[in-house]
């Protein structure tokens, strides 16, 4: 039906790295290699990332450190403080890797992305060309899913990551055949977006697989689903639904990208849309309650400008604590602007990605991770504070950037990649 009879012409792959955080300190730190290696939260609260050998031992999601300690110690687990700047910066070197592929990559995730793949005669092949080319390059092993749409393509993922031995890391869903297979195979909750109220909608309706959910009357899924269910259906059954840069679930990334009316090459214009840009993303973070701890700005210059080089630029900082406040955010969109903005260049296109995404009501609060909303009150408190202990005894921190409010961080590895201090030395002996 949706299916071209050879190949269909445009492939969605997503590329999902392996236990991302894990990977950067493995990348790094080969002694960590096939050692059961846990990742903690802000202040080494709880565990938030796992290798396989953690999730194996049967610890969490989330875990909180206290409650594991003897576990930790007796299975000789390693444990790591989050380290964003160095993930941050791993996550745009593969992001930037990807576009060698295609220019539509959909930055998902800090460790996922979508790419809309140009025709190819082997999907496969492509694939694994992707991961071996990013595992040189980064050393982040990945798992690709291909399909002729997202959501079959994070589903062809979730076969690529249960069977690494059978497919090597990478599935493809190139036919009506194999479509149908792995509907039947996928659980209802395991389908991208489906969420927790639509899983129980759909078990009491006694449908348990992607197979059967597709099944159901249209009309019976708009009503009770939405439309956004039903395009799920539809990009379920391989008809491309859901756009690049669209998304039907709670999001893991989020972006405001937009390419401009006209070229801008005066900084003045590119602030007011970087600042415009990062508070709508700021918006979007509140709106889904959740926090981050990295934000990306990026900038293009025209691609058919004949007199024009292409230029496109990136920078990744890391906020010092996970916040959704929109002063902090478009502080740090400005900062990322100033390092990347260059004069005399017609720039066509800018974006904010803000990712590291955390859960608002699991962080950890204290002082200064009070948000927007309590800003008034905070600054109430801060000037009390300051009339009874001293003028700038306490500031925002945003007043300044160089000085961050510092985290617990007992387990924290070296900025090996953004900082000069701590860049691998090799002493080559000389024989
Ligand atoms: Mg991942």
Not at 163 to 182: A, L, N, W, Y
Not at 234 to 243: R, S
Not at 270 to 290: H, Y
Not at 323 to 334: D, G, H
Request: glycine content about 4%.
């Amino acid at each position: 039906m949706y299916f071209y009879t050879k190949f269909p012409l445009n492939m969605y792959a997503i590329i999902d790295c392996n236990s991302f955080y894990a990977s950067c300190e493995r990348a790094f730190d080969p002694s960590l290699i096939d050692k059961p290696l846990a990742i903690l939260s802000n202040n080494d609260g709880c565990v938030i990332s796992r290798s396989k050998e953690v999730k194996a031992l049967g610890i969490p999601m989330g875990a909180p450190l206290f409650k594991y300690k003897t576990l930790i110690a007796e299975k000789n687990i390693q444990i790591r403080s989050s380290n964003y700047s160095l993930y941050g910066d791993m996550s745009e070197r593969v992001m930037k890797l990807l576009e060698d592929f295609s220019p539509e990559v959909e930055v998902y995730s800090i460790d996922e992305a979508f790419v809309k793949l140009p025709y190819s005669e082997n999907y496969q092949v492509v694939g694994l060309h992707i991961k071996q080319y990013i595992y040189q390059r980064t050393g982040i092993p990945v798992s690709i899913g291909i399909a002729p749409t997202k959501a079959l393509s994070k589903a062809a993922n979730n076969i690529a990551k249960k069977f690494p031995e059978q497919t090597q890391g990478c599935h493809v869903i190139d036919s009506e055949e194999k479509r149908i297979k792995m509907l039947k195979w996928l659980p209802v909750k395991a389908i991208w977006g489906i969420g927790v109220g639509n899983t129980k909608r759909l078990e009491n309706k006694n449908v348990h697989t992607a197979y059967e959910f597709t099944q159901l009357a249209d009309d019976w899924v708009k009503r009770n689903m939405s439309i956004i269910g039903l395009r799920l259906k539809k990009d379920l059954e391989g008809k491309p639904t859901i756009q690049l840069e669209e998304s039907v679930v709670h999001k893991k990334a989020i972006a405001t990208t937009r390419s401009f009316e006209f070229t801008f090459s005066d900084r003045e214009n590119l602030k007011e849309r970087i600042v415009t840009f990062a508070s709508r993303c700021a918006e979007k973070l509140r709106g889904q309650n959740s926090s981050c701890n990295v934000i990306m700005v990026f900038l293009r210059s025209d691609r058919n400008k004949h007199n024009n080089v292409y230029v496109r630029s990136k920078r990744v900082l890391t906020l010092p604590y996970a916040t959704n406040s929109t002063l902090i955010i478009n502080q740090y969109a400005l900062k990322a602007l100033a390092d990347i903005y260059k004069p005399g260049i017609a720039y066509k296109r800018a974006g904010v990605i803000l990712t590291g995404l955390v859960d608002t009501n699991a962080l950890q609060l204290d002082l200064f991770q009070n948000e927007n909303p309590k800003h008034k009150k905070l600054m109430a408190a801060m000037d009390a504070l300051n009339g009874k202990y001293g003028v700038q005894k306490i500031k925002m921190g945003n007043q300044d950037l160089q000085r961050t409010w510092k985290m617990r961080q007992a387990y924290l590895s070296p900025e090996y990649t953004t900082k000069f201090k701590d860049i691998i030395v090799l002493n080559c002996a000389t024989i």
